[in-house]
């Protein structure tokens, strides 16, 4: 009761201490707001054809997988025609299917089982580029009536000392080396902010963009929930009047001048158009909407961008963007990181985002970051999974994380030499050939060596293993307490130690939960924390404790080393 009373004086004074906060009452939580958000690989995820390559047979065949772990919504990495040269992120035909998934009956299949089931769809939409080899920019490259202008072009300056004819800016590609490459057809350099096979759309051209409004259309009317745009800091550049283009200032964080990080892309990143642009893409969804009825479609984004940046892109107060701009800062951590850390990084996006538009999701990685085994260790992989699932907000897995899959050591073969494989590998279903991933002789990148010890037929059967946690999660994740961030209770996070975390949810309905997650490798013993009777809902492998057993916290609590719990409140 009286929890009650000073939740709803607080929401009535709207007080809000550093790390408290009780949100004002609002009707609903929309789906993507609390959602379980899980990423796919496809050429990993499953194959049905015995290529060693995944594909969209396989991935409906695991659908009932997502479901079984309470997944909301997945998002797949690029299913389109596609050279591969960048594995379907260079993209050489938007509405067509690359037959290496299958075919777009295929996806048609998939979009049945997943609603069969209540999951939703999330496709990857790549705005910024396409492939050398999409249509579109053979048309340009020859100049092709309404295409002229459908790329980047632009003749480059001639240097005055050596009379040499040169790139129009001194921009340098994601990849390394110039942004600009001379295409001798045409006889003007293109842009590429990422491989020369990706040369950059015009988004100043009013046809462009009517181009990608047809796609988002096309793929929306398959019934697809909504888009994870990629790389959207990258869509436009900065012009001069005069049509030239500014050299970027050095930014001193490398000394490689063709390093990405060479300059500060202050003109080829994060403009002020792209702001508008998620305005707009958000605006046709709104009208999709409305016409279409159905539940709210939603717009991921992939930005590496400062949060105040992220925070215009979600919307400005009167225009709605991107619902979900991901929020990278938990993959900022390293094994080195502190509970405190943790709180910092939180910090930074709470302070901005949730204070501006009370939203936040959490990332714990992707297809281009090492996997968390390898960058914090195999023994914080649960204390992530717990983290961010506990947190307010949408969580976003990569496939395999709920396993604990770790980076593979991988050479360069004929398929593929990307310093990214490591974390692209097949995933790790069963202790039996390939992993149940696939029937072939050999797969398109190698197994895990630990696959037979890390996979999901395993463990499902071993008590406390990363995947029964995570499970365990997601049923806390869709309960009362934990959905109930917007229209009634509260939560709050702090560092109660340097390598201990708290974090607190709470409803109206006097439930409360208190998770608790040892960073550090020795035992903490925490005294002070509440004066009330607990029970142990949750416990991971390290925790000596077991679900039911109760503890008194007007005494003090120990945490073995790397340990995380959930406790109830026995109210
Ligand atoms: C995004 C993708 C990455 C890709 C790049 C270019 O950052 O996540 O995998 O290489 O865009 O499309």
């Excluded at 029970?535 to 609590?557: F, K, M, N, Q, W």
Aim: hydrophobic content about 35%.
């Amino acid at each position: 009761m009286l929890t009650r009373l000073l939740l709803v004086l607080a929401a009535l004074l709207f007080v809000a201490t550093p790390h408290f906060t009780v949100a004002a009452a609002v009707d609903d939580v929309d789906w993507w707001e609390n959602a379980a958000l899980y990423q796919i690989y496809p050429r990993s995820f499953q194959d049905s054809n015995g290529d060693g390559v995944g594909d969209l047979q396989g991935i409906t065949q695991r659908l009932a997988y997502l479901k079984e772990i309470g997944i909301t919504a997945t998002w797949l990495s690029p299913i389109f025609s596609s050279p591969m040269s960048d594995f379907g992120y260079d993209i050489s035909n938007f509405t067509e299917v690359d037959s290496i998934f299958g075919t777009l009956d295929d996806f048609k299949a998939l979009m049945v089982q997943a609603k069969s089931l209540g999951l939703k769809i999330i496709l990857d939409f790549v705005p910024n580029h396409s492939s050398d080899e999409c249509e579109w920019f053979q048309k340009s490259v020859n100049r092709q009536d309404g295409y002229d202008e459908f790329y980047v072009w632009h003749d480059g300056k001639v240097n005055a000392e050596t009379g040499e004819r040169e790139p129009p800016s001194n921009w340098v590609s994601v990849f390394g080396g110039s942004q600009w490459t001379w295409h001798e057809t045409r006889q003007q350099y293109f842009l590429h902010q990422f491989q020369v096979k990706q040369p950059d759309l015009n988004f100043s051209n009013p046809m462009v963009r009517e181009h990608m409004l047809d796609v988002l259309g096309f793929w929306l009317d398959l019934g697809v929930d909504g888009f994870r745009i990629d790389a959207v800091p990258h869509i436009y550049e900065h012009r001069n009047a005069d049509g030239s283009y500014p050299d970027e200032p050095v930014s001193g964080w490398s000394s490689d001048p063709d390093s990405y990080d060479y300059h500060d892309h202050i003109y080829t990143k994060d403009q002020p158009d792209t702001v508008e642009l998620m305005y707009e893409w958000r605006d046709y969804l709104l009208k999709y909407e409305a016409e279409h009825g159905g539940e709210t479609r939603v717009l991921l984004a992939e930005a590496y961008s400062a949060v105040e940046t992220l925070s215009a892109y979600f919307g400005n107060g009167t225009r709605l963007g991107t619902q979900l701009p991901m929020n990278f800062q938990l993959m900022y951590l390293s094994g080195y990181s502190t509970a405190r850390d943790v709180v910092g990084n939180i910090d930074y996006w709470m302070n901005t985002m949730w204070a501006n538009h009370q939203t936040a999701n959490w990332v714990v990685g992707n297809h281009d970051t090492e996997r968390v085994s390898t960058r914090m260790g195999a023994h914080k992989v649960d204390l992530l999974n717990v983290i961010v699932n506990s947190l307010p907000g949408a969580s976003v897995t990569y496939y395999g994380e709920e396993i604990g899959m770790a980076n593979v050591e991988t050479e360069c073969t004929e398929i593929s030499c990307d310093n990214r494989d490591g974390e692209r590998t097949p995933m790790q279903w069963a202790p039996t050939k390939n992993g149940d991933f696939s029937t072939a002789e050999s797969t398109w990148l190698p197994l895990s060596t630990d696959f037979e010890r890390y996979n999901v037929r395993t463990e499902r059967g071993v008590a406390r293993s990363s995947l029964q946690v995570f499970k365990g999660l997601q049923q806390l994740k869709s309960s009362s307490a934990f959905l109930a961030f917007k229209q009634e209770g509260g939560f709050s996070y702090e560092a109660v130690t340097e390598q201990v975390l708290q974090i607190i949810r709470t409803n109206l309905r006097n439930e409360e939960y208190r998770i608790l997650v040892n960073m550090g490798n020795k035992i903490e013993k925490i005294t002070g924390l509440s004066n009330k009777v607990y029970e142990y809902i949750l416990v991971t492998a390290y925790s000596v404790h077991r679900p039911g057993e109760t503890i008194d916290l007007s005494e003090s609590i120990i945490l073995m080393p790397y340990e995380a719990i959930v406790l109830r409140w026995l109210a």
